[in-house]
């Protein structure tokens, strides 16, 4: 008996010490049907928030001043005093789609130049809207529907000895053309379009010359005709800082070779740093309704250009 007492009391000292002692925790190991569950079925990943298209639309804008002028006082060799300023503005908004090219422009030009003792005269006065839109066939050749819109600021007058006799106002005339036809497109230097053509010309207080018809004996404000129209564009980048752009209209009612209208526009344009710049300009016009002979402005600019967009 004594021998099992003293079994059990050395048993109880052995285990006593390994009970008391901390034992580190050791967490469970995961459910091996967890693991198999989460590699089948992953946590949901939050969608990215939706980016809006961007916008196909391409707009430019060129806005140029100019401005000259001279002022004497005591000035023993001689002069005469004088004051011209213009400003222009031009804008583009261009859509290439895939399908089709939506092409839209906008020139606002106008000036006045002031010499000595006389009044302000105007020397540039212009606004030309236009808008074309075609349909790509994937073979440089493409149909077309157009548009546009021509007419001036103020009131333009003819200055005479016994004074100023006043013969254009805004709209007054107002020329205005719808198209239809096919485009050629040669890259980016040249482009070219011929189509048949809607033109009328509106007036209200100078229907002469513009609109009336001499032979009637009426007195028309509006006169429209049909034809052709042909339209070319020349976009030419002689150097980094050199660019040459001309285009050439010209409408015809296919009554007569001297009834066709033929506007003529060219620019030789240079940069000279950032914001100055440098443009030789020569138009030439023909409207038989206007003069019979043919009409020729030319204008050599100095002045500031900035691009609004």
């Known amino acids: 008996m004594k021998k099992i007492l003293w079994l059990c009391l050395g048993t109880a000292l052995c285990i ?24 089948t079925n992953p946590a949901p990943v939050p969608a990215p928030a939706p980016v809006p298209p961007a916008s196909s639309w391409k707009p430019e804008a060129v806005g140029q001043m100019n401005l000259a002028q001279n002022s004497f006082d005591n000035w023993t060799q001689g002069g005469t005093e004088s004051l011209a300023w213009q400003a222009t503005l031009q804008g583009k908004l261009t859509n290439d789609a895939p399908e ?9 030009a106008f000036g006045q130049i002031k ?16 808008s074309v839109l075609s349909y790509k066939l994937k073979i440089q050749i493409d149909p077309y529907v157009g548009v546009k819109a021509e007419t001036q ?11 100023k006799v006043a013969i254009s106002a805004f709209l007054d005339p107002g020329y205005f053309t719808e198209s239809l036809g096919v485009g050629y497109n040669a890259g980016s230097v040249v482009k070219t379009r011929l189509g048949f053509a809607a033109k009328q010309t509106v007036t209200n207080l100078y229907p002469a010359p513009y609109a009336d018809d001499p032979q009637t004996p009426g007195i028309e404000k509006i006169k429209s ?6 339209v070319t564009d020349l976009s030419l980048k002689l150097t980094d800082t050199i660019l040459f752009t001309s285009t050439l209209e010209a409408f015809s009612n296919l009554k007569a070779t001297d009834q066709i209208d033929v506007r003529w526009d060219n620019l030789l344009s240079t940069s000279l740093s950032t914001f100055l710049t440098m443009g030789f300009n020569v138009q030439l016009y023909y409207n038989k309704d206007v003069s019979t002979k043919r009409q020729i402005k030319e204008a050599l600019t100095l002045g500031l250009t900035y691009t609004l967009i």
């Open 153 to 163: 600021f103020t009131t333009g007058y003819d200055y005479k000895d016994t004074g």
């Open 16 to 39: 006593a010490p390994l009970t008391a002692w901390p034992q580190e925790e050791i967490a469970p190991a995961p459910a091996v049907t967890d693991s198999a569950e989460a590699a």
């Open 225 to 230: 005709e049909l034809g052709l129209e042909s």
């Open 115 to 130: 010499v000595g003792a006389e009044e302000l005269k105007k020397s540039v006065d212009e606004i030309r809207l236009e």
């Open 100 to 108: 089709y090219n939506w092409a839209n422009s906008a020139k606002l």
